[in-house]
């Protein structure tokens, strides 16, 4: 690269850097002091990027941190305020708020993923990369801004959207636990036939045929086997729904 060609690209690092840096203070609400722990939160793996010491630089270590962080900061909020609750209603209560789909819906609804560098289209990724973001993302303020404005940063973002516990007593994290807990309750047989069916276009499908005593319940396809016994599970949910007591502790 030649005198110039540097010149140029060094303002177009700077250039991206400004606005990276805008938008997370504006996420933040704040400026961050240590730049670095936010860019490490939007790295993905892909980039291939090493530190000095030649250690990978993505945003799964953070991910890591920011899932304990987030747990033990919605846990101390359920403590207080559902003092009735006992330690099973408080974890499951727990799971629902920290949940892979609701930490899907708050990555998606932050456009986290246009921040992130990589070197795959983003098309590629799974659903879960929206969460794994916001979870590393909370890992980089509890590094760069301390404990206590990383909790004020998960309850804005987080527990907020969940203040009404009743509404969250009711949510369901998974149809096909449900299902499963249903029926060995009521000692019914239950069976999960799972075949590959690809679709039209060649893309690699799951079908799922969900059979309750030997009756076949619900269909349903998807792009992995868990993700189709969950629709399955699901559609058989809303067929069998009067017959099914939803447990909400």
Request: contains cysteine; charged residues 30%.
């Amino acid at each position: 690269m030649n005198f110039i060609s540097k010149i140029f690209s060094n303002k177009s690092r700077s250039l991206e850097d400004g606005i990276f840096f805008e938008k997370i203070q504006k996420l933040l609400g704040v400026k961050p002091i240590q730049f670095d722990y936010y860019r490490k939160a939007f790295t993905h793996r892909s980039s291939n990027k090493l530190d000095e010491s030649g250690n990978p630089i993505n945003y799964e270590r953070l991910e890591f941190l920011g899932d304990a962080i987030l747990s033990a900061v919605v846990a101390a909020h359920l403590y207080k305020k559902v003092p009735s609750g006992d330690e099973g209603y408080l974890t499951k209560m727990r799971s629902k708020i920290v949940s892979r789909e609701h930490l899907n819906e708050l990555g998606r609804g932050l456009s986290l993923l246009s921040l992130v560098e990589c070197k795959i289209p983003s098309q590629n990724f799974g659903e879960n990369i929206h969460g794994n973001i916001f979870e590393a993302l909370v890992g980089a303020v509890y590094l760069d801004l301390g404990f206590d404005f990383c909790e004020k940063f998960i309850h804005q973002k987080a527990i907020l959207p969940y203040l009404d516990i009743s509404k969250l007593e009711g949510k369901v994290i998974s149809y096909k636990s449900l299902l499963i807990e249903w029926c060995q309750k009521e000692k019914k047989q239950f069976n999960f036939n799972v075949f590959e069916d690809n679709g039209i276009d060649g893309e690699r499908l799951f079908g799922v045929k969900l059979s309750i005593d030997y009756k076949v319940i619900s269909k349903a396809r998807a792009t992995s086997k868990k993700k189709a016994e969950e629709k399955a599970s699901q559609r058989a949910f809303f067929a069998l729904q009067s017959k099914i007591e939803v447990k909400k502790k």
